[in-house]
C-alpha cells in the first residue's frame, strides 16, 4: 500500500473514532480532519473544494431558512394541536397522530427540522394530559427517520444519494422508496400502541382540557403564513419539476428561500440566517475533504474490488450487503460520514461491471435512513430529541432506546430486504 494511501486511511480512522466518541464536537474534529488531508498533500486545496459537495448544502441551507421563517407563524403548533383535537384528547390516538405529523414532516421538511419544531409542542400537549413525554418522543424519533427515508430531502444520506447520481430526481425518490416507508409505519403503530398503551393513560377530564385549547390564537402572523405557505409550495412543485427544468436541487431550495425573505423584508435575514445549523453545514464540508482523502489515494477503488469480489459481481448479493451493512454500521455511527464513504464506492463498483446500480443506491437510502433507529447515536435527529428531552428533565437513555431501537430497526431492514429483491432483483 502507498504511503499517501495508508497515511489518508490513518487520518479518516482517527477522526471517525473522534466523533463517534462525541469527546470533542463533530464539527471541530471533521475541519481538523480535512486540514489534515490538504497538510499532508494528500489532496491540494483546489482538489479538495472540488470534492465539496455544494449542492447537498444548498439544498439544506435553503430548507432550513424556509422552515424557520415558517416556524414563526406558528404553523407547526397549530398542526399539533388540531391533531390532538381531532384525537378527542385520547392520548394513544394523540401519540399516533404526532407519529404521523412527525413522519409526514420529516419527508418533506427534513427530519432534524421536523424534530426540533415537533418536541415543544409534544412537551406542550403531554404536560395537559399529565402523561410521561418519553413515549412520546421515542415515537416521533422512529417516524422521523422512517418519513425522512421517502423523499429526496427527507434525511441528509438521500440528500448525499441524490446529488452525487443526477439521474435520480426528486420524483424517483418518492416513486421508489415511500411504499416501503409507508409499510414500515403502518407496522410500527400498532407495535407502539402495544409497547406504550399502559405508560400514557390519562384522565377523561385531562381529555376535556385538551379540547378546550384553540388552536387559532397560536397563529400569530397569517399574513406572513400565506407568504410560506405559497413559498414551499412552489418550492416542492420546483423539487419535482427540477430536472425536467434543468435545475439542481439545491438551487430550488435557495430560490425558495431567498424569494420569502424577498417577501419579509431584510429585517428577517438575519434571524433566518442565524437559525441555519451552519455546525452540520461545516461538518459536512470537512467530510467530504476526509473522504476526498480516500478516493484520490485509491483506497475507495479497492474497498469496490474486495466487495465486487465477496459478492461476485451479483447483484442481489451485492445490494443484500449494502442494505445489512449500511443499516448495522448506521445503527452504532453516525449515518452521514458513513453514506459520504460508501457513495464513491458505489460509484466505482458501477464501474467495474455492474450494469444497473440503480437497487444499490436504494438499498443505500433504506440502511442508512432505517439504521439510524437502531441506537441513540445512529442518526442527528435520535441526538437532537435526547437532548431537547433532557434539558426538560426527562433524559432518554441510551439503553432505553435500544431495547426498542434494535428490534424495530431488524423489523424494518427485514420488510425492506424483501421490498428490493422483490421489486427490483427478481
Known amino acids: 500500500m502507498e504511503h499517501q494511501a ?16 462525541e469527546k470533542i464536537h ?42 424557520s421563517i415558517t416556524a414563526k407563524t406558528g404553523l407547526f403548533t397549530y398542526i ?22 412527525t413522519a409526514i414532516g420529516s ?11 415537533m418536541v415543544p409542542v409534544t412537551f406542550s400537549i403531554t404536560r395537559q394530559l399529565r402523561v410521561h413525554p418519553v413515549p412520546y418522543l421515542i415515537t416521533q424519533i422512529f417516524a422521523s427517520n422512517v418519513g425522512g427515508t421517502a423523499t429526496l430531502i427527507g434525511d441528509p444520506p438521500n440528500i448525499m444519494i441524490g446529488s452525487a447520481v443526477k439521474e ?20 410500527y403503530i400498532p407495535i407502539f400502541i402495544w409497547i406504550f398503551r399502559k405508560q400514557i393513560r390519562t384522565t377523561p377530564e385531562l381529555q376535556q382540557s385538551i379540547m378546550a385549547l384553540d388552536e387559532r390564537e397560536v397563529l400569530s402572523d397569517r399574513a406572513l403564513l ?23 436541487s439545491a438551487t430550488v431550495a435557495l430560490a425558495g428561500a431567498f424569494i420569502l425573505l424577498l417577501l419579509t423584508g431584510e429585517h428577517a435575514m438575519e434571524d433566518a440566517l442565524s437559525k441555519v445549523e451552519w455546525t452540520t453545514i461545516f461538518f459536512f464540508v470537512g467530510l467530504f475533504v476526509l473522504v476526498s482523502g480516500l478516493v484520490e489515494t485509491g483506497v ?12 461476485g459481481g451479483d447483484l442481489v448479493l451485492s445490494s443484500m450487503l449494502i442494505l445489512w451493512m449500511s443499516a448495522i454500521a448506521s445503527s452504532f455511527l453516525d ?43 445512529g442518526a442527528s435527529a435520535n441526538l437532537i430529541v435526547a437532548g431537547l428531552s433532557g434539558k426538560e428533565g426527562y433524559p432518554i437513555r441510551f439503553v432505553t432506546f435500544l431495547k426498542y431501537g434494535i428490534p424495530l430497526m431488524l423489523i424494518s431492514i427485514i420488510m425492506s430486504s424483501v421490498y428490493v429483491y422483490l421489486r427490483y432483483l427478481v
Open 226 to 248: 400565506v407568504k410560506c405557505l405559497s413559498v414551499m409550495g412552489i418550492t416542492i412543485i420546483g423539487f419535482f419539476l427540477h430536472q425536467m427544468l434543468h435545475l439542481e
Open 26 to 67: 463533530r464539527t471541530i474534529i471533521a475541519i481538523i480532519g480535512a486540514v489534515l488531508m490538504i497538510m499532508f498533500g494528500i489532496v491540494n486545496q483546489e482538489d479538495a473544494l472540488h470534492h465539496i459537495d455544494f449542492n447537498t448544502l444548498g439544498l439544506l441551507i435553503g430548507m432550513m431558512i424556509i422552515v
Open 168 to 187: 435520480l430526481t426528486f420524483m424517483d425518490f418518492i416513486v421508489n422508496l415511500s411504499p416501503i416507508a409507508a409499510m414500515i409505519i403502518v407496522v
Open 80 to 101: 399539533a394541536v388540531k391533531a390532538a383535537k381531532l384525537a378527542k384528547g385520547d392520548s394513544v390516538r394523540i401519540m399516533v397522530s404526532l407519529l404521523l405529523i
Open 335 to 377: 449515518n452521514i460520514p458513513f453514506v459520504a464513504t460508501m457513495i464513491p464506492m458505489i460509484q466505482e463498483m458501477g464501474n467495474m461491471g455492474i450494469e444497473n446500480s440503480e437497487p444499490l443506491w436504494w438499498s443505500l437510502a433504506l440502511g442508512a435512513c432505517l439504521g439510524g433507529n437502531g441506537t441513540l447515536i
Open 6 to 21: 495508508l497515511t489518508a486511511i490513518i487520518i479518516f480512522l482517527v477522526i471517525y473514532a473522534l466523533i463517534i466518541s
Open 107 to 117: 419527508a418533506f421538511l427534513d427530519n432534524v427540522t421536523t424534530v426540533l419544531l
Open 300 to 311: 475507495i477503488a479497492e474497498l469496490a474490488a474486495k466487495a465486487m469480489d465477496l459478492t
